[in-house]
């Protein structure tokens, strides 16, 4: 079922462009398979009365052998904090822009998502940036798990900008601000701590 998830999840991405795409899910139910398709912009893949998110249907029925696919689209939250829809951000902003301003492009991204509540973010951009020998540059900014228990709540992403001349890998990765870190302490003051822990005012 994994490898079934993941096939589906790639097929969505290369047939589902510039939507805000962030994941792809598939439940069995006992109806048929439930794909839940997580996006910012759902108008797009729903389409003028339905008929994108018809033919999406028909499509993944013939290519994967689907009895009765269902197709349920969620609308990302908070898409600043999604490792998948930034790298997509970071990505067509190169592609419109051009590479002379991906230091900007970097630099906006960072703020985006620190603003909005993330704990840390680390992008690094490879390829001929800016001249034409390969190097990779590296953004970072707040804090980033790279190792341990916290380091897999870290949430990642790959995107790929095509350019006219080359092609410019991103990677992303994203902390997230609901996460409690060990080093995250809360001083209180002595009375309230002494009431915890007798259940009467010190």
Same mark, same amino acid.
């Given at each position: 079922?994994?490898?079934?998830?993941?096939?589906?999840?790639?097929?969505?991405?290369?047939?589902?462009? *510039?939507?805000?795409?962030?994941?792809?899910?598939?439940?069995?139910?006992?109806?048929?398979?439930?794909?839940?398709?997580?996006?910012?912009?759902?108008? !797009?893949?729903?389409?003028?009365?339905?008929?994108? =998110?018809?033919?999406?249907?028909?499509?993944?029925?013939?290519?994967?052998?689907? *009895?009765?696919?269902?197709?349920? =689209? @969620?609308?990302?939250?908070?898409?600043? !904090?999604?490792?998948?829809?930034?790298?997509?951000?970071?990505?067509?902003? !190169?592609?419109?822009?051009? =590479?002379?301003?991906?230091?900007?492009?970097?630099?906006? +991204?960072?703020?985006?998502?620190? @603003?909005?509540?993330?704990?840390? =973010?680390?992008?690094?951009?490879?390829?001929?940036?800016?001249?034409?020998?390969?190097?990779?540059?590296?953004?970072?900014?707040?804090?980033?798990?790279?190792?341990?228990?916290? +380091?897999?709540?870290?949430?990642?992403?790959?995107?790929? +900008?095509?350019?006219?001349?080359?092609?410019?890998?991103?990677? !992303?990765?994203?902390?997230?601000?609901?996460?409690?870190?060990?080093? *995250?302490?809360?001083?209180?003051?002595?009375?309230?701590?002494?009431?915890?822990?007798?259940?009467?005012?010190?």
């Amino acid at each position: 079922q994994k490898i079934r998830e993941f096939e589906i999840q790639e097929y969505v991405q290369s047939h589902l462009q *510039d939507v805000g795409l962030s994941k792809t899910k598939l439940q069995l139910t006992p109806m048929g398979e439930k794909i839940i398709i997580y996006t910012s912009r759902p108008g !797009l893949i729903v389409g003028r009365k339905g008929q994108s =998110i018809k033919k999406l249907t028909g499509d993944l029925k013939r290519e994967f052998g689907l *009895d009765h696919p269902q197709i349920e =689209i @969620n609308e990302v939250e908070n898409v600043n !904090l999604d490792a998948y829809i930034v790298a997509e951000r970071i990505s067509n902003s !190169l592609e419109r822009f051009g =590479i002379n301003r991906f230091k900007g492009v970097g630099h906006k +991204a960072m703020e985006n998502v620190m @603003n909005a509540g993330g704990l840390g =973010i680390e992008i690094l951009i490879s390829g001929k940036v800016p001249s034409a020998r390969a190097r990779t540059w590296r953004f970072y900014m707040g804090y980033m798990k790279k190792c341990g228990e916290f +380091a897999y709540h870290v949430r990642r992403a790959y995107a790929v +900008a095509k350019l006219k001349s080359r092609i410019v890998g991103i990677q !992303l990765s994203i902390m997230p601000g609901e996460i409690r870190l060990p080093d *995250d302490i809360e001083i209180r003051p002595v009375g309230s701590f002494v009431e915890d822990v007798t259940g009467k005012a010190g």
